[in-house]
């Protein structure tokens, strides 16, 4: 509890004490019976300043600066005009139970800020830098690329880099929600937020702070609240129509019928004022964004981390998924299983096709480097042009390389023998003659085939694969995982194009999501209704195109965020259901004169205490076992 709900706490408890004792102290009889009102009113002001001082005073600054019509105004007009007429201890009690609901409104705030203030802790305090014989440390953002840090046990590696030497455990939970430590070693690449848990580490400097991993996340969370869902718009809306509204309708309330009716003055206006107390629109104010919050604080938790909650409520309506087919269902760690020659020896097709390879960081590419297993001369290399969705064309010692796939041999006009190899199979010319082709395979992720049961268990009606793949290895993986639909052999700017046609096909409030690994697929992640960026750690283009970042390579996540999205959403139907419905009602008892100043209370505070602690459920958003994820949901998952 912070030093200010413990100073509202103290404040509650006196002013509730003071309430109680004046509420049973008899009036002295030394005072006239004519002075006895007023002998009430001053000692009930006591405890009514003590707790209500400060929202009286906060409703004449706002005023001055005209803001009229907020929650201060209510409850000073509402206590103060009970006082005005004898409702000494309703008028304290009213100004009571509001700063109860208000601080446990602080204390929700503080509990859901904790997740993303812990999130916050990855931020680094300084980084170590050899220098004579010892370590300095300097601030993170004064080290620069090709810099040598050095983390010891139990510190936080402070910028992205390479492993230069030593070996080590690496705690990734504040990133990726995975309590696993992550082994690295020499080569290893490493981004900052881990934590460094045994061994020494020289890690060399690859990002500077300012475009590093720990950076750009704390910047998206940061932001996340500038994005509000629709829900949250709404009730900005509403409350900026309703309160002027409630006010004039307390104010022809306590008019209308004395001056037309010629009833009693006195019985109108509590009446009045008991419906300005039940008006106050802080339970859903405060609860509806507090519900958002608390479901995008508990996906941190997970290592999902979401731009904004517009992103978690169209999550929520997720109805058709897309997925990249490399990295993203695939682990993306190609190996090259074999080598058909065609004219030509094993290891001189290999080395053709690396050396025109070797300015790309596709998989692919990389798997033909280290199958080659030999250092890279760049000398041997001329002019390399990339093919866009078909390969590459590069000149290796004077010859003109083809490396790519079927369709840059039919591109080409290359007469080819066509491999039917499972796998992904890079065909090669040398001086626009086939020199053969080679296969390369991936390996489907464990965890994708029971992240796309859990997603069709959800209630998701369509799953869908784009691949750039031949027909044959995008179909092999879609029969494996379950998948609806796939399509094979397609150019970046076909993908778009699907992703265009099925969104052509949907309707009202379905969505669409995209999930890629936010490289190669940036233009897709942007169209979609929901781009979500898979296996992002340290991928700028993921957490730049992306709404959605999971922290990790685990397609199940999806399904947990999915969870985590349709929880939110149902507490916040929930508490703009039940706010509206147990105001109404008391609105009308109050108008007629039936509810009393404690039922009041109990409409605005009570309402208010409930529907809060109703949005702290969103925090708390367990990671589903593996096992689990079959169950998340049928289409309402269990809460």
Known sequence: MTKKQKKTLTRIIVSAILLGVFMLMPTPAVIPEEWQMWWQLGIMLIPYLLIGGDVVWKAVRNILHGEVFDENFLMSIATVGAMVIGEYSEGVAVMLFYQVGELFQSYAVNRSRQSITQLMDI????????????????????????????????????LDGKVASGTSLLDTSALTGESVPREVVPGSDVISGCINTSGLLRIEVTREFQESTVAKILDLVENASSKKAKAENFITKFARYYTPVVVIAALLLAVIPPLFLGLAWGDWVNRALIFLVISCPCALVISIPLSFFGGIGGASKCGILVKGSNYLEALADMTTIVFDKTGTLTKGVFKVTKLHPAGMKEEELLQYAALAESYSDHPISLSLKEAYGRKMDAERIGEVEEIPGHGVSAVVDGHRVLAGNLKLMKRMDIPYEECSAPGTVVYVAVDDKFAGSIVIADEVKEDAKTAIAALNAAGVRKTVMLTGDRREVGEEVASKLGLDQVYTELL?????????????NMNGREQLAFVGDGINDAPVLSRADI??????????????????????DEPSKIAVAVRIAR??????????????????????LGAFGVANMWEAVFADVGVSVIAILNATRALRAEQKKETDLKTVGSAQPEV
């Open 567 to 588: 929880k939110t959403l149902r507490i916040v139907r929930q508490n703009i259901v039940f706010a509206l419905a147990v105001k109404a009602f008391f609105l009308i």
């Open 531 to 552: 781009g979500i960026a898979m296996g992002a750690m340290g991928s700028d283009a993921a957490i730049e195109a992306a709404d959605i970042v999971l922290m990790d």
């Open 492 to 504: 970046p700017g076909d993908k778009v194009d699907k992703v265009e046609e099925l969104l052509q």
């Open 123 to 158: 931020r680094p305090d300084y980084a170590n830098i050899e220098e004579d014989g010892g370590l300095r440390q300097v601030d993170p953002e004064e080290v620069r690329i090709g810099d040598i840090i050095v983390v010891k046990a139990g510190e936080r590696v402070p």
